[in-house]
């Protein structure tokens, strides 16, 4: 992993913000540089926010990768997605989590809080941190993505 590559931004609402604060403990662990975004409680919060917050930085090139969480992962990916140069892979389990990496280079991973346990956000985390992209014929896919 690049030094770039150790840089991360996570944020998440309320329904995540237990799953993101393990996730963050995770990064800071394996020495990443992780910049947290929010929210700071399980106080009812608009996940539109912290998915504009997190994406935005991704979009504009200041972070290479980041990691949201809300209930199910589906509203902050599609915030997410929104957002120019932005891959935000909903990823559950961990065939997702490393084929969005692996054919689609996605550069923003999303998680269910309420969907998958602790457990399965780390090893989805630690596969799609260690995935690399397998560029040649999905590269050119991309590229058609970017066209839109």
């Known amino acids: 992993m690049t030094n770039n590559a150790k840089k ?21 662990d394996r020495d990443m540089e992780v910049k947290d975004v929010g929210t ?17 930085p991704v979009s504009a090139g200041e972070f290479q990768r980041g990691i949201l969480v809300c209930g199910t992962g589906i509203g902050m990916s599609m915030v997410a997605n929104r957002f120019k140069g932005v891959r935000a892979a909903l990823a559950n389990d961990l065939f997702s989590a490393i084929m969005s990496r692996r054919h ?7 998680m269910g809080g309420r969907v998958i346990g602790d457990s399965l956000a780390l090893k989805l985390v630690e ?22």
Not at 104 to 110: A, K, P, Q, W, Y
């Open 40 to 56: 700071d409680s399980e106080a009812s919060v608009d996940y539109t926010d912290f998915g504009i917050k997190l994406a935005g």
């Open 104 to 110: 689609n280079n996605s550069n923003i991973l999303v």
């Open 127 to 148: 596969a799609w941190l260690e995935t690399s992209f397998e560029g040649g014929r999905h590269q050119r896919r991309l590229e058609k993505m970017d066209q839109l």
């Open 8 to 28: 991360i931004i996570i944020g998440s609402d309320h329904a995540g913000y237990a799953m993101k604060e393990i996730v963050k403990r995770f990064l800071l």
